[in-house]
């Protein structure tokens, strides 16, 4: 299942990011990780960098990780993240650029074929062009 | 005044106290053009550093600035995290790096506004708290050694806080509201203003 690169799902809101996964494991089964995460640290409307930290080590593999936000302190907070992680596994996490929902199935069912992690992001980030 | 543990414990407490009685305000602000969440996040923030302040105070200084931005990063939750964590992140790297305080103060706090324009992927006149922290740079820079500095910060940061009001936000949530965001301060132009009138009011204070 490492065998494919992992997708992050980070909202303001646990409902919207359980939703999304779901939505995405509906598309791809077991066959790409996802993990998510949503809320502030007290579970009110947010994000929140450690739980943030702890969704990409749920989800690591090796091929690398694509995180999807929905607003902007969503991906400041992912960007923030992925910086505290330790040096070796930073450059293989990327926050794309890209609607959360229809970005994260995009993603996962690219990444379920096998595509890279720079693949993976670009599927993605096409959704967010003109 | 020496840098000692006496002294972090008055500013980051004075800080933290003057962002935590604001919360309300920045929070009213919030929510006239963002997601109503700015003072209650930095409230958490900085109601953790005050949890820790007796860690975070022993520390050397450019360490406990440091700490003081790891734990916003950590706790805040709103995009006000990262980017007053990064600032103060940044800020203790300076001093750790060997900037000296009050020597180097406006290139420690340069380091500082380097890191949040950076995060924010933002600069000044987009609305934001860039609008305060660039004049008060401007002005530790310009007016460095001048005995009433402290005061003419306080200045310049109100005058630029208020000056936010016209602008028109293009970064954050208040970009989505367009030009329904022309007539209010930002709450991040506003938050920093309190920041920076807290740590001049202590430094007065124990001048």
Redesign the interface.
């Known amino acids: 299942m490492s065998d494919t690169v992992s997708i992050v799902i980070v909202s303001h809101s646990p409902d919207v990011a359980r939703g999304a996964a779901d939505m995405v494991r509906q598309m791809v089964g077991s066959e790409v990780k996802v993990a998510f995460c949503g809320g ?3 579970g ?7 739980h943030i930290m702890e969704a990409i080590d749920a989800a690591w593999s090796p091929r690398g990780v694509a995180i999807l936000v929905d ?3 969503a991906e ?2 992912s ?2 993240a992925v910086e ?1 992680l330790p040096a070796e596994r930073r450059s293989l996490v990327v926050v794309c650029n890209a609607p959360i929902v229809e970005g994260a199935v995009m993603a996962a069912t690219e990444a379920a074929g096998g595509s890279p992690l720079d693949r993976v992001r670009a599927v993605a980030e096409e959704l967010s062009a003109d | 005044m020496p840098l000692n543990e006496a002294a972090m414990r008055t500013l980051i407490s004075a800080a933290a106290e003057e962002v935590i009685a604001h919360a309300q305000e920045l929070t009213a602000l919030d929510q006239a053009i963002g ?1 109503g ?1 700015h003072g209650i ?1 930095m409230k ?1 923030g900085f109601e953790a550093v005050l949890g820790k302040l007796d860690v975070i105070a022993a520390q050397p200084a450019g360490d406990a600035v440091k700490s003081v931005g790891k734990t916003l ?3 805040v ?3 006000s ?3 007053y ?2 600032f103060f992140m940044a800020l203790g790297d300076a001093i750790t790096a060997g900037k000296r305080l009050p020597e180097d103060l406006a290139e420690a706090f340069a380091s500082g506004v380097e890191a949040v324009s950076k ?2 992927k933002s600069r000044a006149g987009e609305k934001t708290m860039l609008d305060v922290l660039t004049p008060v740079l401007d002005t530790l820079r310009s007016e460095a050694g001048r005995p009433d500095l402290p005061r003419r910060l306080c200045k310049v940061a109100s005058e630029a806080a208020e000056k936010t009001a016209p602008m028109l936000a293009t970064k ?2 208040a970009s989505f509201l367009g030009e329904r965001s022309i007539g209010h301060v930002d709450p991040g132009a506003r938050s920093s203003c309190v920041l920076v009138h807290a740590i001049c009011n202590a430094l007065e204070a124990r001048a």
């Not at chain 1, 009110?44 to 450690?50: Q, R």
């Open positions: 502030n640290v007290e009110g409307l947010g994000t929140s960098v450690p607003l902007g302190g400041t907070n960007e923030m505290l | 997601d969440d996040n958490r990063v950590m706790t939750g709103g995009a995290g990262p980017l964590g990064s995060r924010g954050g949530r």
